[in-house]
C-alpha cells in the first residue's frame, strides 16, 4: 500500500512542477484628470488590480512607472495614465532592460501620448504626436480586422460605444491592426483603434478604447483587455483569465 502511494506522489510531481506560475502584472496608473467616468486612471490602478488577482495574477501598481526592483518582479506591465509616456532617461533604460528579457506591456488610451513620440513609437508600436494626432469623443464603431487574425480578437464581433478615437497616430509600418474605427471627420477614414507589436523578444498589445471608465465595465471589452494581457506574456491560453460570460459576450456585445 505505501508502494503504491509513493507511486500515485512521483506521478503527480511532474504536473506540479509544471504548474505555470502565477502572472505578475504591474500597473502603472495615474491621477484622474477628466469629469465623471472619463480618465478614471486611478480608479482603474484600485480597481484592476483587485480584479486581476481575483483572477489569479499578482498585481503590483503605482501612480508612476515602477522602478527597476518592481520591474524585476513583472512579467506584464499595464499602462493607463495621463501621459502615460512621460520617462526620463533612467525610466527608459528600466523599460529598455525589461522588454530585454520579453517582458509584456499593454497600453491604454492615454498612456500612448508621451513626451518622446518617437522614442514610444518605437517600444509600442505607435504613438501620439502633438500637432498631428486628433481625438473625437462620442459614438464610435470598432470594427475588428477578421475573427482569426490575432488570438486576442478570435471571435469578436464589432459594436458600437461611446467613448473616444484617437487618429493621425504616428504608427510603425509592421504593426499588426486589430481593430479600426472611421474617424467621421468628413469622408470615412479608417483608423487603427487595437494593434499589436512584436519586436526583439517582447510583445505590445495596444488599445485606444479606454477614455470611459463604462467601457472596462464592458464585458467583450474587458475579455479583449484580459487577452491582451495574456497574450503579451506569452501564455499559451489566452483566455485563462477570462470568464465564460465575457467570452461569450466578444460573439455577442451587448449595444
Not at 63 to 86: H, I, R
Not at 189 to 199: L, P, R
Amino acid at each position: 500500500m505505501k508502494k503504491l502511494a509513493l507511486t500515485l506522489l512521483l506521478a503527480a510531481l511532474p504536473v506540479l512542477t509544471n504548474a505555470a506560475e502565477p502572472l505578475r502584472v504591474f500597473i502603472r496608473g495615474g491621477e484622474k484628470t477628466h469629469g465623471p467616468n472619463a480618465h478614471e486612471h486611478e480608479r482603474f490602478l484600485n480597481d484592476w488590480k483587485k480584479l486581476l488577482a481575483e483572477r489569479g495574477m499578482k498585481t503590483d501598481g503605482a501612480k508612476d512607472w515602477p522602478t527597476a526592483e518592481q520591474l524585476a518582479a513583472t512579467d506584464v506591465l499595464v499602462m493607463y495614465a495621463q501621459d502615460g509616456a512621460n520617462a526620463t532617461q533612467e525610466q527608459k533604460d528600466h523599460l529598455a532592460t525589461f522588454t530585454k528579457r520579453g517582458g509584456g506591456l499593454v497600453v491604454i488610451h492615454t498612456a500612448v501620448v508621451g513626451n518622446d513620440p518617437v522614442w514610444w513609437k518605437s517600444v509600442i508600436g505607435g504613438a501620439w504626436v502633438e500637432g498631428k494626432t486628433k481625438w473625437h469623443e462620442g459614438m464610435m464603431e470598432l470594427r475588428f480586422r477578421g475573427a482569426t487574425q490575432s488570438p486576442i480578437t478570435a471571435g469578436a464581433k464589432g459594436f458600437k460605444m461611446d467613448d473616444e478615437i484617437y487618429y493621425n497616430l504616428d504608427m510603425q509600418p509592421d504593426v499588426k491592426v486589430l481593430a479600426v474605427t472611421d474617424t467621421g471627420d468628413g469622408e470615412p477614414k479608417v483608423q487603427a483603434q487595437m494593434w499589436t507589436y512584436e519586436k526583439d523578444h517582447y510583445r505590445a498589445f495596444v488599445t485606444i478604447p479606454g477614455h470611459l471608465y463604462s467601457t472596462f465595465e464592458r464585458p467583450n471589452y474587458r475579455a479583449i483587455l484580459l487577452r491582451g494581457i495574456a497574450w503579451a506574456a506569452k501564455r499559451q491560453n489566452v483566455d485563462e483569465f477570462c470568464k465564460p460570460e465575457e467570452i461569450a459576450a466578444l460573439a455577442k456585445p451587448a449595444p
